[in-house]
């Protein structure tokens, strides 16, 4: 079993900056991808940013050049920096993981409301 927390998140006018942090814990962890998706109301659920432990990344076309995941391996750690932020990023946004052994998890998930 795997555990998520969450922290980070808020509200910020457009054009500002956030950084969402998730930290993983559990037994036995062998994490295999990190990374962030986001569910805003009335729309399907997003894949914004993931990284694998080949430290291939990859971001959705939305946020790309705007976003940068990074993870910490030794604290079991990921990070969403979020920059040059715009209304339409408004949304819950949930980390998750997924084990080599093909356990998966997700944090509980935090708000992120960009004014315009």
């Known amino acids: 079993q795997v555990q998520l927390v969450q922290s980070g998140g808020g509200l910020v006018q457009a054009g500002g900056s956030l950084r969402l942090s998730c930290v993983v814990s559990?037994?036995?962890?062998?994490?295999?991808?990190m990374g962030w998706y986001r569910q805003a109301p009335g729309k399907e659920r997003e894949l914004v940013a993931d990284?694998?432990?080949?430290?291939?990344?990859t971001y959705a076309d939305s946020v790309k050049g705007r976003f940068t995941i990074s993870r910490d391996n030794a604290k079991n750690m990921v990070y969403l920096q979020m920059n040059n932020l715009k209304p339409e990023d408004t949304a819950v946004y949930y980390c998750?993981?997924?084990?080599?052994?093909?356990?998966?998890?997700r944090g509980q998930g935090t708000q992120v409301t960009v004014s315009s």
């Open positions: 990284s694998h432990q080949d430290w291939r990344t």
């Open positions: 559990g037994s036995m962890l062998s994490i295999d991808t």
């Open positions: 998750y993981v997924q084990l080599y052994n093909g356990i998966r998890g």
